[in-house]
């Protein structure tokens, strides 16, 4: 007969073997570890561009208050600077890590579009006005973004090879392009003739195409993918929630909310069709920063190790060909941080949730 010892020190390291088994099982569990990527000095930043190498572009606030474009690469936090103005911010890098943004000028009368490249800052120039924004750039160094005509209007432009382009409107009197593709494929929005809605625009080189919505006013395109997939957001036919969206071509489908009263909205995409944003619930006053991938919708906060940080996952911004994510989230002083989303490579995957429509 096989004799179990029943002294107590004995249950004792078994019952702490089987705790911690099962805390590591649950660490293992997670599908993405989070590195608060820390500011310029200041007490706020934020995530709002990665590239393939997991190189980070934002902004945040210097600790003289002023807001500045920051690249954090392995960790640390650089200052962009600016074109001698205060304030600065990255929106776009592309895989060699040229950066893509605005900066104010001198006494912040007038504020350019601007590329980081090569410890050097770059001023693009506008269409004729005080203002423009680089929102995004591709590999090709083809860049996307805004500009204030002369007659103060804002248009969507594109600048290459030293040229500056207006990519026009649906009719309405501004537009804007917030991403582009390897292909140079700019997607973002445009005033629609007499300016009574905003629609999700594609720019291919055939002029502005209007993508439409999903029967509600105004919808507006965030990212797209070398595939010409595009990711953003809609209103619903009354106007009262927005839902995450996905165009391929000009057919609009609805990437679906956490629970059917809220909302929802995209701006990232990867070439594997993962898409990032966020859901915000119909009481709440803080998004939840979300995913969508494989037919399935996923909290970032359930599914990513936040043990010990503090953090509230907001809004995911970026998403790379790793699956790293980048965006910001709340600390426990309510400040916003730059945070950055790694795959563990934890098995099994997170259970799938099925969006709500």
């Not at 593709?181 to 594609?202: F, I, K, M, P, Q």
């Amino acid at each position: 007969m096989r004799q179990t010892s029943q002294h107590p020190l004995c249950t004792c390291i078994i019952a702490a073997l089987l705790g911690l088994a099962a805390q590591a099982a649950g660490a293992a569990a997670y599908a993405y570890a989070v590195t608060d990527l820390g500011t310029a000095g200041g007490p706020l930043s934020a995530a709002t561009a990665l590239n393939d190498g997991g190189t980070v572009g934002g902004y945040s606030q210097t600790g003289g208050g002023r807001t500045h474009a920051v690249a954090w690469r392995g960790g640390a936090a650089r200052d962009l600077g600016t074109l001698g103005g205060s304030h600065s911010g990255v929106a776009g890098v592309n895989t060699q890590g040229v950066m893509a943004g605005y900066a104010y000028a001198s006494g912040d009368a007038a504020s350019h579009a601007v590329l980081w490249r090569g410890g050097a800052i770059v001023d693009l120039g506008t269409l004729g006005g005080a203002f423009s924004s680089a929102n995004a750039i591709n590999d090709g160094g083809q860049v996307a973004g805004m500009s204030h005509l002369a007659d103060g209007r804002m248009h969507a432009a594109y600048w290459s090879g030293g040229r500056k382009t207006d990519l026009g409107t649906l009719g309405g009197s501004a537009s804007n392009a917030l991403a582009i593709n390897s292909r140079g494929w700019a997607v973002g929005y445009s005033y629609v003739g007499g300016d009574t809605a905003a629609h999700a625009t594609l720019w291919n080189g055939r002029g502005a195409i209007d993508l439409g919505t999903l029967g509600g006013t105004g919808s507006s395109a965030q990212a797209i993918n070398d595939a010409g997939l595009i990711a953003g957001t809609s209103e619903l036919k009354d106007d009262r929630q927005s839902r995450a969206t996905l165009w391929r071509g000009r057919s609009a489908s609805s990437l679906g909310a956490l629970r059917p009263q809220d909302s929802s909205g995209a701006y990232g995409i990867n070439n594997a069709g993962v898409v990032v944003g966020y859901n915000l619930a119909q009481s709440a006053r803080v998004s939840r920063a979300t995913m969508w991938a494989n037919g399935c919708i996923h909290d970032l906060n359930d599914i990513t190790d936040l043990g010990g940080t503090g953090l509230t996952l907001v809004q995911a911004n970026a998403v790379n060909e790793r699956g790293q994510i980048a965006g910001f989230a709340l600390n426990g002083n309510a400040e916003t941080r730059a945070v950055l989303l790694t795959p563990t490579g934890s098995q099994p995957q997170p259970a799938c949730r099925r969006p709500a429509p």
